[in-house]
């Protein structure tokens, strides 16, 4: 089956995205099949579907932004996860936050005000920053063909409930370099220990039981729907309960 702009728009709907909410996605394009005009096609129906709405897609530079390598373009340093967000970083009027390795890009009315505290925070996930901004916003956060392994909030929750081990006590001293070419001192510290969002699949049960994620397609793929505020209520509760609850990639005990 060859998906269109139309059919893409009408799955949208299926899901129960809200129009004129918050939407962050993390994605895989070739889970999606094939689609009419590729790539541009899904990022086309995303915009339209949230043009009253926030349109979000993570940006992330952590793989190549590093010590060795501390310079963060904002306009140009490409991003790791998935050609969806590099291409969607470029479109006109979308906004890219300024925190060196876990920024974002967004799209919407709002789109300034949500992304411009990134790079005052030296974590990646900050109580503030994008991160947070979207349990304020009782956001969503739709998965595409990736797993909730991928699912950045979830460090954020972590990070705010602060459990030990998550990251590095030393700084690294990167640079965020604007447009314009001023070049920011960004101080940060880094996830570390454990691949911990390698167990992140552990709760994947507990979270549709609970009413904070539910599922459907988008494209081809499977299309998880998380609700970010009651996603953060169950996760903290768990994490408060059992603070080693990522520390291993076992099942959950029943």
């Known amino acids: 089956m060859t998906h269109t702009y139309d059919s893409l728009i009408a799955q949208l709907e299926e899901l129960g995205i809200d129009r004129h909410g918050t939407l962050l996605m993390h994605s895989s394009m070739k889970s999606m099949g094939e689609v009419e005009g590729g790539a541009d096609t899904v990022l086309d129906a995303l915009s339209e579907y949230m043009k009253d709405g926030l349109l979000v897609l993570p940006t992330?530079?952590?793989?190549t932004i590093n010590k060795s390598n501390p310079l963060f373009h904002v306009e140009t340093s490409s991003c790791c996860v998935g050609i969806l967000p590099e291409l969607f970083r470029k479109?006109?009027?979308v906004v890219r936050s300024w925190h060196p390795t876990h920024s974002v890009a967004a799209l919407g009315k709002d789109a300034r005000e949500f992304t411009q505290d990134d790079h005052l925070f030296d974590t990646p996930c900050a109580r503030g920053s994008a991160w947070s901004k979207l349990l304020d916003r009782k956001a969503t956060i739709l998965l595409v063909g990736v797993d909730l392994k991928r699912n950045t909030f979830i460090h954020g929750i972590e990070e705010w409930v602060d459990i030990p081990g998550r990251m590095t006590d030393e700084h690294e001293v990167l640079y965020t370099v604007l447009p314009d070419g001023t070049k920011i001192s960004v101080p940060s510290r880094r996830h570390c220990g454990l691949s911990w969002s390698e167990h992140f699949w552990k709760v994947d049960e507990v979270l549709v039981q609970a009413g904070?994620?539910?599922?459907?397609?988008?494209?081809?793929?499977?299309?998880s729907v998380c609700n970010a505020e009651r996603t953060t209520e169950v996760l903290t509760e768990m994490l408060r309960g059992n603070p080693d609850l990522f520390s291993d990639n076992e099942p959950l005990k029943r």
């Open 212 to 223: 904070a994620m539910h599922k459907g397609s988008f494209g081809d793929a499977v299309a």
């Open 91 to 93: 479109r006109p009027n």
């Open 60 to 63: 992330h530079t952590w793989s």
